[in-house]
């Protein structure tokens, strides 16, 4: 089973990145593990209402001048990264 997966949202006003985590008892050592990132401006925790999705989901908002798809590249490396080594 795959630990997670992300995908970019178009916000009125910015873009930002959804991380769906399996196992959603980890929501917040992650959120915890994304705030040390540079780039990243805040991480918040919310539920999920559609179709297919966990309960929640992480919300990742860069900071400006920050390119969203290299964010996310550099994001899914280290989860992966995170995930493999047991970390978590």
């Not at 009125?12 to 992650?30: A, G, M, N, V």
């Not at 040390?36 to 908002?61: A, K, Q, W, Y």
């Not at 001048?65 to 970390?87: A, C, H, P």
């Amino acid at each position: 089973m795959i630990p997670f997966r992300s995908e970019i949202r178009n916000l009125p006003k910015q873009q930002t990145i959804k991380i769906y985590l399996s196992d959603e008892s980890l929501d917040l050592e992650i959120k915890k593990f994304l705030e040390t990132f540079e780039d990243i401006d805040r991480v918040e925790i919310n539920e999920s209402v559609g179709r297919n999705r966990g309960f929640e989901s992480i919300t990742v908002f860069k900071k400006d001048n920050v390119d969203i798809n290299t964010l996310r590249i550099f994001i899914e490396k280290d989860l992966k990264d995170y995930f493999e080594n047991g970390d978590c």
